[in-house]
Structure formats: structure tokens, C-alpha cells
């Protein structure tokens, strides 16, 4: 079964058609980031205008390459939850379109199952094995969720305020590190001292997280550091910073970071050791830090390429929503939602 799948949740705009749930043969991406470096974020009405460009474009590469034409097109899936209300308007709206008028079942996916099943995506891994914990780790979400089997998700864990990419990305403004701040903190990475600064682990006990007051420990050490009051404008600090500063406070943070995550991990391991396997998801497992830190735990990464958004994981969780029972959505009532929670999609 060939599924085309589209993304356009946040400030990607992908599209891939995917055989099966886990042979990729197609797989577009096109980033904003170069419009939003210059701001250090996301704005939600331009992300959603360069959608509207490049969407068309996007969906006919992804057939192109995957030497198809619409007659060899078995589904259409989409994002429909949770992310940007503009963004996540053009993407259903391009797919009940072209599912109305190639006649195409339509299928809606919620973005963070997506992220888990990039983790299906590679044909010559042994796939995971459930009862399994996934730990979806984006720039919107922090959740461990506990999937019994495909398609079925209870959230175990979750943060109280910042998602773990925000919190990069908050830092590296802080540190005047370019947009997205993920990659930019763990190249910084490369060259400073995890050990330099101590920053403090959140006094959360149970299983939900909370990155808020990690990224104002950071801004207060970076004060404290360069001798200026808490009153000291945040975006000024960078100009104080030697590069080395820079580099050790990158390579603290993303210390502290992860090992917030992996302990949250091991607490949920034990409150479910019936698990078999162990899944990274989102735009944060590309971090190669975290894959080394965590290989003691023969846990699962997507390829680091499908670790961010894209059209390819889409098109697979569709395939066993499918497998699962799900059935198509009517293309003319098919409904955003911004905010809903993977439980309820
Ligand atoms: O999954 P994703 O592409 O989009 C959302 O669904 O949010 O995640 C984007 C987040 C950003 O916060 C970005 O800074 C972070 O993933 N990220 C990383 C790395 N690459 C991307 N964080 C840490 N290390 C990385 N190498
Ligand atoms: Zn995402």
C-alpha cells in the first residue's frame, strides 16, 4: 500500500510517499528555516504563507521521485493536530482537495504519533517491539507515552511548561547562537566543558517534566558569569560572552538536558518494566549527544534525517492506523486542532 503523506504542522513543508508503513520512497522537505533564522522563531502567518508557496510544488516532487503518478496512490495522509492553526489549515486543505479530487481516501494523523512511527522507517532494522515507552522530545512536546501496541498511546509523562527543543532553543538565544537553537547548542557542544557550570535538575518527582526553570538557571548563571544584574537586558548578555563561555555553557546545558530525560526514562522503566523496547522521537533525538548517552539502553532513533518533520513519518503512522482498524475522515468536514493531546486524536 503506497500513502502519501503531508506535513506542514509547524515550519516544514514535507510531503513522501511510503510503501507498507516502512519503505520510503520519496521524501521531500522543505524548510523554513532560513526565513526564521533572522527572527530567532517561528511566525506562525509567514509559516503559514510559505506553505501556501511551496505546498503544490512539494506534493509533486514527492510522486516525481517516487515514480509515481496518482493512479499508484493507495491513501492520503495529513497533519491535522496538534501545531500551528495557519500551517495545519494548508495542509488539510491541500489534502481534502487532492483526495476530493483524485477520489483518495484521506486519512488524518496527530503529529506526534508521526514522530513515533519514524522509528518504523527503516526496512532493514528489526522493527520495535511493544509493550514499548517512546520519548517524543520536539520543540512543542516532552511526553513519555506507553504504547501496548500499534496505535495505542497513554501519556505517562508530560512537562508543566517548556517542551525540551523550546528550551534549546531559548538557550541558544540567550547565548546568541543561531535559529534553531538544537543544533546550533550541541555544535557549540563539541568544544566546551559539560562540567564548567552546575546547573540545577527540576524538583519534579514523578514522571512529568519541566524545563522552564532550566533555561533561568542558565540566563542566571550567564549573568552571574559576566557580572551584571538580574535586571540585564537577555539579549545583550551574548555581546559579554567569550566563545569558550559560549561553548561551556552550550555543553552544560545539553548535559543537564539529557540527563533530565534519561532519568525520567529510568523512572519509567521501572513503573513499567514489562517493556520491551525503548523509542526516541522528535526533533531533539537528532541530538548525537543523547544517542551516545542513551546506547547503553539499546533504545531506538529514527535516522537522524527523520528525526524533525516530515511527510515520510506521516505516511507511516497512517499505514497502521490503517492496519489498525482506523477509517478515512469525509474530506469535507476534515477539522484542524491545534491543542489536542494524542489520547483523544
Ligand atoms: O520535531 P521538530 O522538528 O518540530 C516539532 O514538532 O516541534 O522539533 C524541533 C525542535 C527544535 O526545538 C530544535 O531546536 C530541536 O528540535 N532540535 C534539536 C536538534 N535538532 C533539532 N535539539 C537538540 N539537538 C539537536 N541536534
Ligand atoms: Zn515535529
Not at 515520510?312 to 497502521?320: D, Q, T
Request: hydrophobic share 40%; proline share 6%.
Amino acid at each position: 500500500m503506497k500513502i502519501l503523506g503531508i506535513e506542514t504542522s509547524c515550519d516544514e513543508t514535507a510531503a513522501a510517499v511510503v510503501e507498507d508503513g516502512t519503505k520510503i520512497l520519496s521524501n521531500v522537505v522543505v524548510s523554513q528555516i532560513d526565513i526564521f533564522a533572522e527572527y530567532g522563531g517561528v511566525i506562525p502567518e509567514v509559516a503559514a504563507r510559505s506553505h501556501l508557496e511551496v505546498i503544490l510544488p512539494v506534493i509533486d516532487k514527492a510522486l516525481s521521485d517516487a515514480n509515481c503518478n496518482w493512479g499508484d496512490i493507495d491513501a492520503i495522509a495529513v497533519t491535522h493536530a496538534p501545531g500551528l492553526l495557519g500551517s495545519l489549515l494548508i495542509g488539510t486543505l491541500t489534502a481534502r482537495t487532492l483526495a476530493i479530487l483524485h477520489d483518495k481516501p484521506l486519512y488524518t494523523v496527530h503529529h506526534l504519533k508521526s514522530h513515533v512511527y519514524a522509528n518504523w522507517l527503516n526496512p532493514k532494522m528489526n522493527p520495535p517491539e511493544f509493550p514499548l515507552l517512546a520519548l517524543v522530545i520536539s520543540g512543542g512536546h516532552t511526553q513519555v507515552l506507553y504504547m501496548p501496541g500499534h496505535n495505542q498511546f497513554e501519556i505517562i509523562g508530560t512537562t508543566r511548561d517548556d517542551a525540551v527543543g523550546e528550551c534549546f532553543d531559548k538557550v541558544a538565544k540567550i547565548l546568541g547562537l543561531p535559529y534553531p537553537g538544537g543544533p546550533s547548542i550541541s555544535k557549540a557542544a563539541l568544544s566546551g566543558d559539560a562540567t564548567k557550570y552546575r546547573l540545577p535538575h527540576p524538583k519534579v518527582t514523578d514522571l512529568d517534566f519541566s524545563f522552564s526553570g532550566l533555561k533561568t538557571a542558565v540566563l542566571r548563571a550567564v549573568q552571574k558569569e559576566v557580572d551584571v544584574p538580574i535586571s540585564y537586558p537577555s539579549h545583550q548578555l551574548k555581546e559579554l560572552l567569550s566563545e569558550q563561555q559560549i561553548n561551556d555553557f552550550a555543553a552544560s546545558f545539553q548535559k543537564t538536558a539529557v540527563d533530565i530525560l534519561l532519568e525520567k526514562l529510568q523512572i519509567a522503566l521501572a513503573e513499567r518494566p514489562e517493556t520491551r523496547s525503548i523509542v526516541f522521537a522528535g526533533g531533539v533525538s537528532a541530538n548525537q549527544f543523547l544517542r551516545r548517552r542513551a546506547s547503553s539502553l539499546s533504545a531506538v532513533f529514527p535516522e537522524p534525517t527523520l528525526s524533525g518533520d516530515n511527510g515520510a513519518m506521516v505516511a507511516g503512522a497512517c499505514f497502521y492506523e490503517i492496519e489498525s482498524g482506523v477509517q478515512p475522515v469525509d474530506p469535507y468536514s476534515v477539522n484542524i486542532y491545534p491543542r489536542t493531546s494524542i489520547e483523544t486524536a
